[in-house]
Every structure is written in C-alpha cells, then in structure tokens.
C-alpha cells in the first residue's frame, strides 16, 4: 500500500461484498491509459439493469470518450465547474447522468425518477470497480450549459457527470484534492439513520 491514493473505508463495521467496499471516489486518474470500449460498454450494461419505477428506466447518458469522441468529452469538461474540471481533464472518460422526469407512457411526472437514475448510476460505479477501473459521480456542473450544449429537451433533467478511468498519480493533484486522496472516509453510523418504529428510534442491534 502507498502512503497516498489507497482511501479505504476504515470503519467498515460489518462485512460488506468487496466491490462496495472498494469503491470509492478518487480524482487521480491516469491521462494516458485509455479505456478499452467493452469495459465502457459493461459499465453502461450495469446500469441497463438496475431497478426503477414502474420498469420505465428513466436514465439516459451522454458519453464522452477522449479518444473516440474528442468534442463530447470537451463539451462535458467545459459544463463542469472548475473545481471540478481541474482534474477531470486527465479522466479518459466523461459520462453525463440525466433523466426523464416524466414516466414515458403516461407522460405523467415521476418522482421516483431522480431515485432511478441514482440507482443506474450507483450500478454502473460498481460495476466500474469490477472491471478494475475507478468512477467519480459530480453534482457540481452547469446543467443549463449541458442542456444547451447537447440539445437535452426541457422534460430532462441532467443529474450528473461521471468521471471513469484507471487510477493515476496522486501527487499530480493540487493542494486539498491531493490530501483528499488518502483521507480516512467517513460514514454516519447505522443508528443514526436506521429507525426501528418511530422516526428517529434507533436501530437496536
Ligand atoms: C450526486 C453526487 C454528487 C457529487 N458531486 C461531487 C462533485 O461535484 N465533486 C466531487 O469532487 N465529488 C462529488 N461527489 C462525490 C462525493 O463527494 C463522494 O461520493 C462522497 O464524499 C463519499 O465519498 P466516496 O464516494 O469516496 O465514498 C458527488 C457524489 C454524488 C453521489
């Protein structure tokens, strides 16, 4: 183990399948080595298979590949926020998260849709992890910029930007990002939001 870029979970109280337990979110990636197409598409599979309401499968994603597709990848970079873009322009792959807010058939709002499309994107990270790669889900982008830039319709909403690649040197990072890197993750602990009867009646182990 290096002394940088190997966050693990340190409280991991119980035993949870590996692939949870190793994902993380790193923003070290490696700019040169570029990500093999089958590898993008079984991400992408994962997340074709994640439960949502009704089976409508509301997610859609734009994909932006460095190498196969120079202007998308830009256009997602650039929709991003600064802080953000700093080191997601070493990321091979930028893959934008939007949903449909209405349900297809009914045209009726879905409310479960942001739901939906947290759980594809939740699948395809793991899924990333699998295939040996690491992912970044932001929230932090200019949605209106995206919209615009990609011609996403009004009944859509742009949830987020995933980042996707293999795992580069830490110390290319500037200040806080770098340190984040290696920091100690954290979590609430179950009984802080597990209830067991009334809100807010902890969880007895
Ligand atoms: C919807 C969403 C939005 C996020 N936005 C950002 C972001 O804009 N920039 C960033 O660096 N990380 C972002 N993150 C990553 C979170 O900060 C990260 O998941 C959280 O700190 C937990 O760390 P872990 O993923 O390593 O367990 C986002 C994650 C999610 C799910």
Redesign the pocket.
């Known amino acids: 183990m290096t002394d940088i870029g190997e966050?693990t979970p340190q409280d991991l109280s119980l035993p949870v399948h590996p692939l949870i337990a190793e994902r993380?979110?790193p923003?070290a990636f490696d700019a040169h080595r570029v990500v093999e197409h089958d590898k993008l598409l079984a991400v992408l599979e994962a997340a074709r298979w994640a439960p949502s309401c009704y089976n409508d499968q509301p997610w859609r994603y734009i994909v932006g590949d460095r190498l196969r597709s120079p202007p998308i990848w830009q256009g997602l970079l650039e929709s991003l926020?600064e802080v953000?873009r700093i080191w997601c322009q070493r990321a091979p792959l930028l893959i934008a998260a939007i949903t449909d807010t209405c349900f297809e058939q009914s045209g009726e709002p879905n409310r479960w849709a942001p739901h939906d499309v947290g759980a594809a994107s939740a699948y395809l990270c793991l899924e990333a992890v699998h295939q040996g790669l690491i992912a970044?889900?932001?929230?932090?982008f200019d949605a209106d910029a995206l919209r615009r830039r990609f011609g996403i319709p009004e009944r859509y909403m742009p949830m987020?930007i995933i980042a996707i690649g293999y795992p580069g040197d830490p110390h290319l990072l500037d200040g806080w990002q770098r340190a984040a890197e290696n920091a100690t993750?954290q979590r609430r602990p179950l009984e802080s939001f597990v209830f067991e009867g009334p809100w807010g009646e902890a969880l007895h182990r």
């Open positions: 966050s993380w979110s923003r926020a953000n970044h889900q932001m929230g932090n987020s993750r």
